[in-house]
T-cell receptor, first 113, second 113 residues
Framework: KAGVTQTPRYLIKTRGQQVTLSCSPI?????VSWYQQTPGQGLQFLFE???????NKGNFPGRFSGRQFSNSRSEMNVSTLELGDSALYLC????????????FGQGTRLTVV | GEDVEQSLFLSVREGDSSVINCTYT??????LYWYKQEPGAGLQLLTY?????DMKQDQRLTVLLNKKDKHLSLRIADTQTGDSAIYFC?????????????FGTGTKLQVIP
């Protein structure tokens, strides 16, 4: 069974640009969650999607948004990038939405210059 | 709100046992997890325990859960240099049908040959 796939692995963007990250969950998993990891703030929950609907959202500004497609693949978008958005963005896949085990992808390393 | 705390650093000699501790505050936790993150990599799910269990053993890993004290520990038997990594404790809870995962700050395990 293939694991969680995140693309791209590395990305460099300029301040003010926008970026879209992609996550393909494990086949059959319907929940996709996104997390931001930085040295200063640690791991923080961004949002969770289940059946194409956002089910929960962490404490991030509206510049951070996402969506989920009918095949459960998810994208995360960050608009008007700031230097502080530089981070490792991790996606996790779960079979259901009720707090079951989550499997993480390798992450996308975003650098904003 | 939810809070998960871990000590920041642990150093052990190769062959000894390592015990990484974690405390959490959310009494409605459903699952508790241990993840491993090696330098430059994403998160790897090591093991998890359902909140109504006291103990789970998986090869060299033993998880102990004291639900009364909200204390979780991970014991690694016969620690090897390949176990050097950051270990994250996490808890998931179901609030109003939403899944949310909260991570600890991570414990850096250094294994001395």
């Amino acid at each position: 069974k293939a694991g969680v796939t995140q693309t791209p692995r590395y990305l460099i963007k300029t301040r003010g640009q926008q970026v879209t990250l992609s996550c393909s969950p494990i086949s059959g998993h319907r929940s996709v969650s996104w997390y931001q990891q930085t040295p200063g703030q640690g791991l923080q929950f961004l949002f969770e999607y289940f059946s194409e609907t956002q089910r929960n959202k962490g404490n991030f500004p509206g510049r951070f948004s996402g969506r989920q497609f009918s095949n459960s693949r998810s994208e995360m978008n960050v608009s008007t990038l700031e230097l502080g958005d530089s981070a490792l963005y991790l996606c996790a896949s779960s079979p259901t939405r009720l707090g079951t085990e989550a499997f993480f992808g390798q992450g996308t390393r975003l650098t904003v210059v | 709100g939810e809070d998960v705390e871990q000590s920041l650093f642990l150093s052990v000699r190769e062959g000894d046992s390592s015990v990484i501790n974690c405390t959490y505050t959310d009494s409605s936790s459903t699952y508790l997890y241990w993840y491993k993150q090696e330098p430059g990599a994403g998160l790897q799910l090591l093991t998890y325990i359902f909140s109504n269990m006291d103990m789970k053993q998986d090869q060299r890993l033993t998880v102990l859960l004291n639900k009364k004290d909200k204390h979780l520990s991970l014991r690694i038997a016969d620690t090897q240099t390949g176990d050097s990594a950051i270990y994250f404790c996490a808890e998931s809870s179901n609030s109003g049908g939403y899944q949310k995962v909260t991570f600890g700050t991570g414990t850096k395990l250094q294994v001395i040959p």
